[in-house]
């Protein structure tokens, strides 16, 4: 019960500290829903991203073709093997008489031409299980015997990683920038209310109090900014993860991996709530730490 | 540990303390003293005579460099920073500007001691107006320091001082700050708390107040022990 009491007082001393430090508080608050809010929505962004991935990986059809003097047999062995790769994720066997149908489907031209047999030489049609595995499956099948020449889609998919990529390292950087100031932000903010409970700290000291009573409210008033901060960027998260989901359907219209996106935003905004306060009393033990050395 | 060579009537016992500086100030330099149970002790010295730091030094404000200090029959120079709380617990201090806190009441001022230390509200509750009392501040509880005079301060501190009974009260320049006339008032004060059974040990420079009351009077003068005197 005598915890209980304690943390009442404290936590009743972090709000009269809170109010008492009035615009220095809501600088603190508004500087760590910004630092909060950019870590959410990268944090959302990146499932998307994710998710993205692999629906992008499930449309780099890779087509291998197999010389026109191969054997059946290996054509077959060859078949297998594809099919075995773990960075597979469908493969399917074209026949030259299957691939020129396609062909002259996609090019009704070629229906007056006169061909005794089809050009194409046979081929496998494979789709990777990842996008990101694509380079590495090229090579592999290259190197398979019977295989002729593959189609190379690794540029495209480079493309699609270094933008992807681009924007990890610039969302690494604005996560670090802004982290860096919410810590000062909320240690700054928190050794001016111990600046200006000085008196009261010295007091405290001079009649017996414990370093946790002296302590602890300013604590606590560090994970009060770091939480009202995570709640206003939790609450602002809403209208933007309505867009990104938006834009990403409108992107992967017919995406065959439904993303359960309400409750990545609840998981995101539980941990941008966690996290704004642990990051808001470890900002604050920065500043008691300096404070009382 | 305990301190073989006391006996269990002192109260205070330094053992050649001293504490200094950086570059070269000396502010204790060797000093030795004991205050038995229920005396009331005056220690007399200019500005840097190191008075205060004495003070800080028997508070764990600060740490000796070398030297022990007995309170209580134990060597609290032995005993943890953090846990210097316990040794601020068994201490009242009084100082000349009286550190009151401005926004809490005569009452909360006095009760804070209390509450700093954990103890329950019932206690609280029955302490507090006995200490007001006992320093003629009870019908003012409710005022805030703001609407006492500076004596009236004073007794909100030395009543804060003593609510929970400590083994030594310690008065860094208590009249400092205030009057002739109301410095004789909080001297009568001091005086009527030491002779319920508190052991006073006070730092002051005024002479006039040292002769008036003619209690034992330790001289300080550059961090030595310069004299002592017996009435």
């Known amino acids: ?293 | 540990m305990k301190n073989p060579d006391s006996s269990f009537r002192e109260i205070l016992m330094v053992q050649d303390v001293v504490k200094s500086y950086p570059p070269n100030l000396v502010a204790v330099n060797h000093i030795s003293l004991s205050i038995t149970k229920g005396e009331f002790v005056f220690i007399v010295g200019r500005s840097g005579a190191g008075k205060t730091t004495l003070f800080r030094l028997l508070s764990k404000q600060e740490e000796p460099d070398s030297g022990l200090i007995w309170l209580n029959n134990r060597d609290i120079t032995q005993i943890p920073r953090h846990k210097s709380y316990l040794v601020q617990r068994e201490l009242g201090f009084v100082f000349q500007d009286f550190k009151l806190i401005h926004y809490k009441t005569v009452y909360e001022n006095v009760a804070f001691a209390l509450e700093v230390q954990g103890k329950s509200d019932k206690k609280i509750r029955k302490r507090t107006p006995e200490v007001l009392e006992l320093v003629g501040l009870l019908n003012k509880r409710k005022s805030f320091p703001a609407q006492l005079s500076g004596g009236e301060q004073q007794r909100v501190a030395i009543a804060r001082a003593i609510i929970h009974e400590p083994s030594l009260l310690i008065a860094d320049e208590p009249t400092g700050n205030l009057d002739w006339e109301t410095s004789n008032e909080i001297m009568t004060l001091f005086k009527t708390i030491n002779q319920t059974g508190t052991t006073i040990l006070m730092a002051t420079h005024n002479e006039e107040i040292v002769q008036k009351a003619r209690f034992r009077t330790i001289y300080l003068e550059k961090g030595k022990k310069l004299d002592e005197m017996v009435y």
């Open chain 1, 1 to 293: 019960m005598r915890w209980f009491i304690d943390l009442k007082r404290e936590m009743r001393e972090a709000w009269v500290a809170f109010r008492r430090n009035g615009i220095n508080s809501f600088g603190s608050i508004i500087i760590s829903m910004v630092a909060l809010f950019s870590l959410a929505i990268i944090l959302l962004l990146s499932v998307y991203v994710q998710y993205g991935t692999k629906s992008i990986g499930q449309r780099l059809n890779i087509t291998a073709f197999f010389d026109p003097s191969t054997a059946e047999q290996q054509l077959n062995e060859t078949f297998s093997r594809v099919k075995e790769l773990k960075t597979v994720s469908k493969v399917e066997f074209i026949s030259p008489e299957q691939a020129l149908e396609e062909l002259k489907s996609r090019f009704p031209d070629l229906n007056e031409m006169e061909l005794e047999e089809s050009p194409i030489p046979p081929s496998i049609r494979i789709v990777p299980a990842n996008s990101k595995d694509v380079s590495a499956l090229i090579r592999d099948i290259r190197e398979m015997p019977g295989i002729a020449s593959v189609t190379d889609v690794t540029e495209a998919a480079k493309s699609y990683f270094s933008i992807v990529n681009i924007g990890t390292l610039l969302g690494l950087a604005l996560i670090f920038i802004f982290f860096a100031g919410f810590i000062f932000a909320v240690s700054a903010s928190t050794s001016l209310s111990i600046y200006a409970y000085r008196k009261e700290i010295e007091i405290m000291q001079f009649i017996g109090a414990t370093r946790t009573y002296v302590r602890a409210p300013f604590l606590i008033l560090g994970s009060l900014y770091g939480f009202l901060g995570a709640l206003l960027a939790s609450l602002s998260l809403y209208p933007v993860y309505q867009q990104i989901n938006q834009f990403y359907y409108s992107f992967v219209s017919f995406d065959p991996i439904p993303i359960q996106g309400l409750s990545i935003l609840i998981i995101i905004m539980i941990l941008t709530i966690v996290l704004g306060i642990l990051i808001g009393s470890i900002s604050a033990y920065f500043a008691v730490r300096r404070y009382f050395k």
